[in-house]
């Protein structure tokens, strides 16, 4: 057929009795023609269409093969005109959308240098549609996930050519989307490698990986015009199988640049200190002596008589930087001035005292007969209570001691062990001293393998996630789940008590958090749509509370996955409430006003009280197993359980008891009114796939109970 917009009579009578939506569309996507079952089956008349961009007519995540299509078609003309049916979404007037089917082939041209244009043919298969809407779902999340992404997004398949691009990559890298319709990909890479300023490096990554297709990827790239990129590469699998691999591109442009200009800037500041160095040894602050004063007295207490006793206590402040963070920093200026003087008064006239930086000091005994008592003199003073601005701070100091011995030691190993001391005695809690002892030296070297392991199991998405049952003791089934990270290292399981702490010292909760959010929103979001008396509760740290995001974080996390928030439980300890954080407060509020529901784990364990809880934004007490484990035979008198249960449906709140692991125990809860039970009675936390069994098997263990409690049958 030609190029012609107005067919012959004759074929205008095929065109409009073919019960198929038929359409010309021109080289640059608009429509020239359309028949009556195009404007049957899209709801728009004939004059509202031609002319109009064809994209008007395609849902989102179909409407960029248009390119691809023509020029497939114009490369093929010859050997075969027309391209195989495609399937496509198709949008009609009203909004709706619909499944179809799109079929295409070139137009003959009337005359060579007329523009091109290509004949579509479309056919409803909405009836196929309950068949490929899990299909459906899955392409439209995808293409929403990519095309959001502030990263440009390249996949290749296993046959190294381009299967997919992201538009943020387009715009990353500049490349004509003319140039990506012609699929050739040479002409694609040459185009890239012509940008970058090291393309034989770029060109190495790529072979290495594609010769290991199970390995990763991260490294940097440069271009000539200046800007940076991070790129990354992950293998794209089928179950076990490499089919292909993804590549993500990230534009850190900024951040090199401020970096470069810390960098630079630090390099000034260095300068500026060494030359202050050597005009001044008084920390101006506190009138103390400065880092380089003290170690010229620790040097030359060293080179002394042997067998003269030197000690080294190295402090700092516990906390100090919510005392800049609340009041300002000449509140913490007046208290590191406060501090110092305390220090003074602690330790004789020619003792050595001074302030390495920040909120750390440091103090230098030279033939003390008892360095324990000093160390426990400072800490006692620190105690003391002072008034700043009008407002009352109780300062607290963790204490590291370390003593030379009979170990020939320089300066900087004495220093780094009273260092050490120092954090051990902050591990312990704070607000103490502790003397350097060897085996902190082993402590400290496991912890830090502890969190560089941590990290690199976050980066590789090791940190899995495991449900407990909750069983309401009303009603007698599972109506809440619990999710529980989850680390397994070497084929073993690394105790929470172990890594939640490591993931809280080094920051890395957050994204732990946030992981087991999404994928225990994504794993129970079926389970959690049949019930809306269901829930899902997740354990959310103090650190991750004090990101001024996170609630935002969990509510588009609950949208994105199409959980409704009220059937989401955040679990927090009574800590985060100790220092009466007014933002933790606030994110709580905010989201327990949208539905979420806030429960207090461990509950007994800290320093809250039951009537502090009244004005708390908590819906739930959760008791700790500790008290559940005072029940042993079911006739013990515990008063202090009742008292729990009582005052806080007194209060309001619901209560669950946690570690209930013998039917004796769920009997005596159950006597108390407690509402929700849970523990290895009923099901030990399980992996997703066999979170199904565990309710049901939690489901049959109160329903034996239930038996036990009420004799004849069920």
């Known amino acids: 057929m030609t190029a012609s917009p107005h067919p012959a009579p004759g074929a205008r009578a095929v065109l409009e009795s073919s019960p198929d939506a038929l359409l010309v569309v021109s080289e640059d996507g608009i429509i020239r023609l359309v028949n009556a ?81 290509m004949a579509v043919a479309v056919r409803d298969t909405s009836h196929r549609l309950a068949a490929d809407a899990g299909l459906r779902e899955a392409l439209s999340l995808l293409s929403a996930t990519l095309e959001s992404t502030a990263d440009g997004i390249l996949v290749v398949g296993g046959d190294g050519r381009i299967a997919s691009v992201n538009n943020q990559f387009i715009s990353m890298w500049g490349v004509p989307r003319e140039l990506l319709a012609t699929q050739d990909d040479d002409a694609v890479m040459g185009f890239v490698l012509d940008q970058l300023v090291d393309p034989a490096q770029f060109v190495e990554k790529i072979a290495a990986l594609y010769a290991d297709p ?60 060494a030359q202050l160095k050597a005009l001044a040894f008084q920390d101006p602050l506190t009138g103390l002596s400065n880092r380089q004063l003290f170690n010229d007295h620790l040097e030359a207490a060293l080179r002394g008589p042997c067998g003269t006793a030197v000690d080294v206590l190295l402090l700092d402040l516990d906390d100090f930087k919510e005392v800049n963070d609340i009041l300002g920093h000449h509140a913490g200026d007046q208290l590191l001035i406060e501090v110092g003087r305390r220090l003074r008064e602690c330790v004789r ?71 050490i001391a120092m954090y051990a005695a902050k591990a ?45 003791a009303r009603s007698g089934v599972v109506v809440k789940v619990e999710a529980l990270a989850r680390w397994e290292r070497g084929g073993e399981i690394v105790p929470p008590a172990q ?8 920051g890395l909760i957050v994204e732990i958090g946030t992981e087991v959010l999404l994928k225990g929103c994504t794993e129970l979001r079926p389970w959690l749509a049949e019930d809306p008396s269901r829930a899902l509760a997740v354990n959310v740290s103090g650190v991750q509370l004090q990101h001024g995001d996170f609630a935002e974080l969990l509510l588009a996390v609950a949208r994105s996955t199409g959980v409704d928030p009220r ?34 784990d461990d509950f007994g364990t800290g320093f809250s009280s039951l009537g502090r809880l009244q004005g708390l934004p908590v ?73 199904r069994s565990a309710i049901a098997r939690s489901n049959d263990a109160f329903a034996a109970l239930l038996g036990v409690r009420v004799p004849g049958p069920r």
């Not at 195009?38 to 179909?62: I, N």
């Not at 909120?359 to 160390?375: I, T, Y």
């Not at 890594?499 to 080094?506: D, H, L, V």
């Open 499 to 506: 890594f939640i702490p490591a993931a809280e010292r080094s």
């Open 349 to 419: 006239p020619n003792d050595v005292v001074a302030r390495l930086g920040g909120d750390e000091f440091v103090v230098l005994l030279v033939g003390s007969l008892d360095p324990g008592m000093v160390a426990e003199r400072i800490v006692a003073s620190l105690k003391v209570p002072l008034w700043i601005d009008g407002t009352m701070l109780r300062p607290s100091l963790s204490l590291g001691l370390a003593s030379i011995n009979e170990d020939a030691v320089d300066a900087s190993e004495l220093l780094r062990r009273a260092d």
């Open 428 to 472: 312990a809690g704070k607000n103490r001293y502790l003397r350097f002892r060897p085996e902190m030296m082993k402590s400290l070297v496991e912890r830090t393998e502890l969190e560089a392991g941590l990290r690199l199991a976050v980066d590789a998405g090791q940190i899995t996630v495991y449900y407990q049952p909750i069983v309401s």
């Open 214 to 273: 199970a390995s990763e990827s991260h490294d940097v790239l440069d271009f000539h015009d200046g800007r940076t990129f991070e790129r990354y590469s992950r293998p794209q699998k089928v179950a076990d199988r490499v089919v292909g691999r993804v590549w993500s591109f990230r534009d850190v442009t900024p951040a090199r640049i401020a970096q470069d200009r810390i960098t630079q800037a630090m390099a000034d500041l260095a300068e500026q200190a």
């Open 567 to 600: 059937q989401l439980v955040v679990e927090v300890t009574e800590s985060v409430f100790f220092h009466d954080d007014v933002h933790v407060i606030q994110q709580l509020t905010a989201l327990r006003n949208t539905g979420v529901r806030v429960a207090l």
């Open 619 to 691: 819906d739930t007490l959760k008791i700790d197993q500790s008290f559940t484990a005072m029940i042993h035979t079911g006739d013990e008198k515990l008063p202090i359980l009742s008292c729990m249960i009582a005052m806080a449906h007194g209060l309001g709140l619901s209560v669950t008891a946690e570690g209930v692991e013998t039917a004796a125990q769920a009997e005596y809860l159950i006597k108390l009114d407690c509402d929700s039970l849970q523990g290895y009675l009923f099901s030990r936390p399980q992996a997703g796939p066999g979170l």
């Open 37 to 117: 079952a195009t404007e049957r089956m899209f709801g728009y008349a004939r004059g509202e269409l031609v002319g109009q961009d064809h994209r008007m007519l395609l849902a989102e995540g179909f409407r960029s093969g248009f390119h691809r299509l023509f020029f497939a078609l114009r490369k093929d003309a010859d050997a075969a005109p027309g391209l195989p049916p495609v399937e496509a979404y198709g949008v009609r007037r009203d909004g709706t959308e619909f499944q179809g089917e799109v079929a295409c082939s070139l137009l003959v041209q009337d005359t060579g240098d007329a523009p091109m244009s």
